[in-house]
């Protein structure tokens, strides 16, 4: 069977997000002043063959751990379509 996994990566809350304070910056520019915090991720979509749904996550999580996300740095949620 062909899943979609989706993998959200988010920098991790203790660090500086300089990508979300410059889109703040520009938010509170336009007087959207109602935003306090932006914080800028990357959403990645797999396609997965995989026999079950619990495998696909398996592959899914395995790819975040390997390469999509930087433990130091960064966390990430898999979700599974």
């Known amino acids: ?5 989706q993998v959200k990566v988010m920098p ?6 300089p990508q979300g304070k410059a889109v ?5 520019n336009l007087q959207l ?5 932006v914080r800028i991720g990357k959403n990645i979509d797999l396609k997965i063959e ?3 749904k619990e495998d696909a996550m398996k592959i899914a999580t395995d790819a975040a751990q390997k390469l ?4 130091v740095m ?3 949620e898999v979700s599974i379509n």
Do not use: C, I, R, Y
């Open 24 to 28: 703040l910056g520009g938010l509170q």
């Open 12 to 17: 991790l809350k203790d660090l500086l997000d």
């Open 33 to 37: 002043d109602a935003v306090n915090d």
């Open 68 to 71: 999509l996300a930087n433990p």
């Open 50 to 52: 995989a026999a079950s």
């Open 1 to 5: 069977m062909t899943f979609t996994a």
């Open 74 to 76: 960064e966390m990430f």
